[in-house]
């Protein structure tokens, strides 16, 4: 998902500043005001049209795969709780078996905190926010073992940095 | 001078301020807050109407009569709307006398005084902050899970909470709608452009 | 109705004092905050040592500085093209500057003394818990921030007064009527309509921001008031995110007005100008919820919508008038210049700003971006590369370079090049890590980060020297802006 995104945002902000670069060009090269009037707003006509179609297509793909929990979905039997507070992760455990969905139940005890789940490798694969008074529930199913982390993502205080918790996944 | 609008004021002062009217109304916190306290600064502001002169517009220091005239009244609701002091308004008679006394004459009078005197801008932003006061009241009657009186129970603070947001959309509504679609056909164009004015 | 641009801007003599005073306070205010950001950086690179404690009393003054200085100059900006159409107060603009320095006076003994350090979203209940910090540190902090609120409140009202006086009602300012056919007058110019959108907005902001911030201050003197936090969030969030996008709209002005000068051709108004301002009038002040997709208990209806309309919110910047100054632009002979450069940077700053934005607005997007460096990446995108160009452009407009007749040396060209590639590099190297999902707020990074961090301090570094530059070359000319040449 990550390398997509910077494509995508790498690619668009580059059209958009050949875009810019055209016209700084060929600023000197003068044309009749008319003329360009009704070229440029034709040309935003179907711009506007691009931008909706390919809006809605985005929107329709992407709002298929929320990361909330109904409450009625699939029986999950590996559940961790956690809970977030200035400045330490409170896990009741601290382990599950790859292949199969982990439901972690966060909160936050003092502050809201963020819970990020990241790989050995320091990518982040899934998140949710631990506020207090509130319960979310994340599910992620882990496809391979190892040693994972969980680091605060919601700024909580001059330790926020500090509050990294391991997570170990087990072959089935 | 037995005007109309004395007689309102005079109408209002009988049913929100004699005694065992008075406690009727106070008995509810909803009545108290949102009834009884109104009507105490209407009639004050009534009775102003009938009393302070027509504003001099022209004149600096009426405008800065005006904005001290609506502080003073400001600061005299929000002291009765602090929970303590409702309490105590409920405790002991003298004090409800006080609360009485001050609402009319220290908020409802100088507000009439006051208000007329106001420009545009003191206007607008005295009702932006009446409107965020009565988010502020709404949010934390709402959400505090305490009793926050003694002399009522948590579930009508709740109702309060409630009402105090109606209030603020309200509020928000009755500024919105003329300030957006108000039919004045406005002025022309300043001649010296960049020109100072005062507000 | 003036349907066109004015070819030349007159302002009075205290009119003058009052917006070179803002504008100076607003140049300081700006290098000083980036050489915090700057120190935030070299902390996070290892090239320094900035204890953590330390860092993130800079980050809050940082972030709350620099969206204060952005609304300090926008208003300005906004202040100086509005007065062409209609009468504003010089008092309330005077006004609005003292209660900002007096805020900053006190948000800066909060913090640095006080040791308040929440962040600039002030996210509750972190203020009043935070450890490490006393109550009454946040509550100067808070109280600070009301003070800049209301003196941003006064300048909007006195906006919407004079709007009210000279067109009748912020509708007709607004140019509502026409937008639905009820009316043929000519439209209002593109600055009063910019206007308008200003001042509703930053009207409902503040009623937002005073609505959570007195809670918030009766919370530090009184730990038994609270306040839900999730509700306490939406709040913050309609304020946070409202201030921080209005001042976009209000320095945009500046290319409306400017641009057509050194291009020669005139910026007017159409229906579909004030179909898309009336958008963003709509859309800014309710695609907040895109702060709160990681908040699993918001109702699923609020995030659906917060990412279509996130979508649909960029089309009013990138389809009016991003696309107006383009054609504006293009093959006109425009004569660049330092002043129309950092014009056209600006708008290529905020664009192509828009579009990390979008992405992240994207809910599966969230999940794996929210609150990594993409966020300050994106946001600085629009801010450094949008919002302070249209204030810089302005500044130098104002002192030197009207329409480029002064003589264009290289060394204004360098500065240019310089503050947009170092400026690209900075923010890229921002999104960059947050492709790698290094997160956001961090005081301490994890050595593998460290590597961006001394990039991303370089380009800071070059940066701040362009910034200073051209700075330095407003306050030179200063004097012939006050002298009213
Ligand atoms: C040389 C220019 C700048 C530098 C070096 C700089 C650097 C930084 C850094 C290092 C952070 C913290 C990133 C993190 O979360 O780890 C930050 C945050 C921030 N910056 Fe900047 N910045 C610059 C310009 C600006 C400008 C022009 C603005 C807006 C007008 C701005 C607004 C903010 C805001 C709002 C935050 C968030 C603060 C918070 O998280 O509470 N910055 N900046
Ligand atoms: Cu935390
Ligand atoms: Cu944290």
């Known amino acids: 998902m990550q390398e997509l995104v910077w494509d995508i945002a790498l690619l668009v902000i580059a059209a958009i500043a050949a875009i810019f670069l055209t016209v700084a060009v060929r600023a000197k090269q003068l044309i009749d005001p008319d003329r360009i009037h009704a070229f440029t707003y034709g040309f935003r006509a179907k711009a506007f049209a691009a931008l909706v179609i390919v809006g809605i297509a985005v929107a329709v793909i992407t709002l298929r795969q929320l990361p909330y929990v109904k409450s009625s979905a699939v029986p999950v039997s590996q559940v961790v709780n956690a809970s977030g507070f200035q400045w330490y992760w409170d896990l009741d455990r601290a382990s599950a078996v790859a292949g199969q969905p982990v439901e972690f139940r966060v909160t936050g005890g003092d502050v809201t905190h963020g819970f990020g789940i990241y790989d050995d490798s320091g990518r982040l694969l899934a998140q949710t926010q631990a506020m207090p008074n509130y319960t979310n529930r994340l599910l992620y199913t882990f496809d391979t073992p190892g040693t994972y982390r969980i680091l605060c993502l919601e700024y909580c205080g001059i330790a926020h940095h500090g509050m990294v918790s391991e997570f170990e996944v087990t072959a089935p | ?199 | 109705m003036v349907a066109e641009n004015p070819r030349v801007f007159t302002i009075d003599e205290a009119g003058r004092r009052i917006v070179a005073a803002n504008l100076v306070v607003a140049g300081a205010v700006l290098l000083a905050m980036m050489l915090l950001g700057l120190t935030m950086r070299l902390g996070q690179s290892g090239w320094l040592e900035v204890p953590p404690a330390r860092f993130y009393q800079i980050m809050t003054v940082h972030g709350t500085g620099m969206i204060g200085i952005a609304a300090l100059g926008g208003i300005t900006v906004m202040w100086y093209f509005l007065s062409q159409y209609v009468r504003l107060s010089t008092h309330i603009l005077t006004a609005n500057l003292l209660l900002f320095l007096i805020g900053v006076v006190i948000i800066l003994t909060a913090d640095f003394i006080g040791g308040f350090a929440a962040g600039w979203t002030i996210l509750f209940p972190l203020p009043t818990h935070g450890a490490v910090w006393p109550a009454e540190a946040a509550f100067w902090h808070l109280l600070g921030l009301m003070l800049v609120g209301a003196g941003l409140l006064l300048v909007a009202l006195d906006f919407g007064r004079a709007l009210i006086a000279r067109y009748g009602s912020l509708g007709r300012s607004h140019g509502w009527p026409q937008l639905f056919g009820l009316s043929n007058d000519p439209l209002p110019p593109p600055t009063v309509i910019a206007g308008t959108m200003v001042t509703i907005v930053t009207t409902l902001t503040v009623i937002g921001g005073a609505s959570i911030m007195v809670p918030m201050m009766i919370n530090a003197l009184n730990p038994a008031f609270t306040i839900n936090p999730l509700l306490a969030k939406n709040v913050i969030y309609f304020f946070g995110h409202s201030l921080a996008n209005v001042t976009i709209y209000m320095a945009v002005v500046v290319i409306y007005e400017l641009l057509p000068l050194f291009a020669g051709r005139p910026y007017k108004a159409s229906r579909i100008f004030v179909a898309g301002w009336t958008g963003s009038t709509i859309m800014v002040l309710i695609i907040f919820p895109h702060h709160l997709f990681m908040d699993f208990a918001m109702p699923q209806w609020a995030s659906g919508m917060a990412q279509v309309l996130s979508f649909t919110n960029s089309f009013p910047a990138m389809l009016v008038t991003g696309f107006g100054a383009l054609a504006l632009v293009h093959r006109s002979g425009i004569q660049w210049s330092l002043v129309s450069g950092l014009l056209f940077l600006s708008l290529f700053g905020w664009l192509a700003g828009i579009v990390p934005a979008v992405i992240d607005a994207t809910i599966v997007v969230n999940s794996v971006m929210h609150n990594t460096l993409w966020v300050p990446g994106h946001f600085h995108f629009y801010m450094l590369l949008g919002v302070i160009p249209m204030i810089l452009a302005f500044m130098l407009y104002l002192t030197r370079d009207r329409l480029g007749r002064s003589p264009e040396k290289d060394s204004d060209m360098w500065a240019l090049i310089v503050y947009l590639g170092a400026g690209l590099g900075f923010v890229l190297v921002f999104l960059y890590s947050g492709r790698h999902s290094v997160p956001r707020r961090w005081a301490v990074h994890w050595p593998e980060w460290m590597v961006y961090d001394r990039f991303a301090s370089v380009f800071a570094a070059l940066v701040i020297l362009a910034a200073a530059f051209f700075i330095v070359r407003f306050l030179i000319g200063l004097r012939h802006f006050l002298s009213g040449r």
């Open chain 2, 1 to 199: 001078m037995l005007s109309y609008r004395s007689l309102v004021a005079a109408g209002l002062l009988l049913i929100a301020a004699v005694p065992p009217l008075a406690w009727w109304w106070e008995a509810s916190l909803v009545r108290h807050m949102l009834m009884q306290i109104p009507m105490l600064v209407l009639a004050g502001f009534l009775l102003g109407t009938l009393v302070a002169p027509s504003p001099d517009l022209g004149v600096r220091e009426e405008r800065a009569g005006g904005i001290a005239a609506v502080l003073l009244a400001t600061f005299c609701v929000t002291f009765w709307m602090i929970p303590r002091w409702l309490d105590a308004a409920v405790a002991s008679h003298r004090v409800d006398a006080i609360k009485i006394m001050t609402l009319v004459l220290l908020a409802g009078l100088p507000l009439a005084w006051g208000w007329p005197r106001l420009g545009p801008v003191a206007r607008g932003f005295v009702w932006v902050q009446a409107i965020s006061m009565a988010i502020v009241l709404g949010l934390l009657y709402l959400t505090f899970p305490n009793r926050l009186c003694n002399s009522y129970l948590v579930n009508e603070q709740a109702i309060l909470g409630i009402a105090m947001l109606g209030i603020a959309g309200f509020l928000g509504l009755a500024g919105a709608v003329p300030v957006l679609f108000g039919a004045n056909n406005g002025s022309p164009a300043p001649r010296h452009p960049g020109a100072r004015v005062d507000p």
